[in-house]
């Protein structure tokens, strides 16, 4: 399978929209689903933000998912979220990887559920390292 990623287009939104409202993908990010509306405007906000990035991952030419870094309490926050019926073949992984090898503003930060054992793996495999937890999240940092 090919992965690789791009920049986010108009027509990426559609399928990112469906990807961020699927209830599993909800409960194992721990991050609400957003209405059309209010979806439409924070990607309006995030995609005019100069300290964003934002990659659309692409499988075998299929629009799979995104990763995005962006400024959270003074630090660069990395975030990745792929549609369920791609989960569990590497996608992610691969296009993590991608994104760091092609971003070098260094730390990077990340907050995961504890109990989100794949984004876990994905982020310590990157190297990322554990700085804090709670019952409620877990807070990774790659220097
Ligand atoms: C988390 C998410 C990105 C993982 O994507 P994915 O493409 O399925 O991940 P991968 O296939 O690359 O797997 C990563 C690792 O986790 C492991 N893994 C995958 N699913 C797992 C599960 N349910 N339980 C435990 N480990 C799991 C894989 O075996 C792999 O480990 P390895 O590197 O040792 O082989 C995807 O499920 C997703 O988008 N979820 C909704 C949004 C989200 O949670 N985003 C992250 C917020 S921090």
Redesign the pocket.
């Known amino acids: 399978m090919q992965v690789s990623i791009r920049p986010v287009t108009d027509d990426d939104l559609a399928a990112f929209f469906a990807?961020?409202a699927?209830p599993?993908?909800?409960a194992?990010?721990?991050?609400p689903a957003r209405a059309r509306e209010a979806f439409d405007a924070h990607w309006a906000k995030i995609r005019a933000d100069a300290q964003t990035v934002l990659r659309t991952v692409v499988a075998d030419g299929e629009i799979v998912?995104n990763v995005v870094c962006f400024p959270r309490d003074g630090h660069q926050e990395l975030?990745?979220?792929?549609?369920?019926e791609?989960?569990?073949?590497?996608?992610?992984?691969?296009?993590?990887r991608a994104f760091l090898a092609d971003y070098d503003r260094r730390p990077l930060h990340?907050?995961?559920?504890p109990a989100?054992?794949?984004?876990?793996?994905?982020?310590l495999?990157c190297g990322f390292v554990e700085v804090g937890r709670d019952d409620e999240v877990v807070s990774l940092e790659l220097a």
Do not use: E, P
């Open positions: 990807f961020q699927d599993a993908s909800v194992m990010a721990g991050v998912g975030g990745y979220w792929l549609g369920q791609f989960w569990g073949r590497g996608i992610a992984t691969r296009a993590v990340a907050i995961v559920s989100n054992a794949a984004s876990l793996r994905i982020l495999g």
